[in-house]
């Protein structure tokens, strides 16, 4: 999980300048005023993990990263990056 121009940190740090990955699994971006949702299309990394091994079902997934502040809301402006289609077999 890539980042530029800031970093990552724990969940539960206040910083504008670091935040922790989400990663959404065939969804949309979620509304950015909110708390990301925590369930199996939100993948919360509160530990501040820049890499993870997910397990999906076969067939077509998307994939797109939103980052969270201490409370896992969206910054503003947020940051998430394009979302992507993988195919798993
Ligand atoms: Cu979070």
Same mark, same amino acid.
């Given at each position: 999980? =890539?980042?530029?121009?800031? =970093?990552?940190?724990?969940?539960?740090?206040?910083?504008?300048?670091?935040? &922790? &990955?989400? +990663?959404?699994? $065939?969804?949309?971006?979620?509304?950015?005023? @909110?708390?990301?949702?925590? $369930? @199996?299309?939100?993948?919360?990394?509160?530990?501040?993990?820049?890499?993870?091994?997910?397990? +999906?079902?076969? =067939?077509?997934?998307? +994939?797109?990263?939103?980052?969270?502040?201490?409370?896992?809301?969206?910054? $503003?402006?947020? +940051?998430?990056?394009?979302?992507?289609?993988?195919?798993? @077999?």
């Amino acid at each position: 999980m =890539g980042l530029r121009n800031m =970093g990552v940190c724990p969940k539960g740090i206040e910083s504008t300048k670091c935040g &922790h &990955h989400h +990663l959404l699994v $065939d969804v949309d971006l979620p509304p950015m005023d @909110k708390e990301i949702p925590s $369930d @199996k299309n939100h993948l919360h990394f509160g530990a501040g993990e820049t890499d993870a091994r997910i397990e +999906l079902p076969p =067939g077509k997934h998307t +994939l797109q990263l939103l980052l969270g502040d201490a409370k896992h809301v969206p910054f $503003d402006p947020p +940051l998430y990056s394009k979302k992507i289609t993988i195919t798993v @077999k």
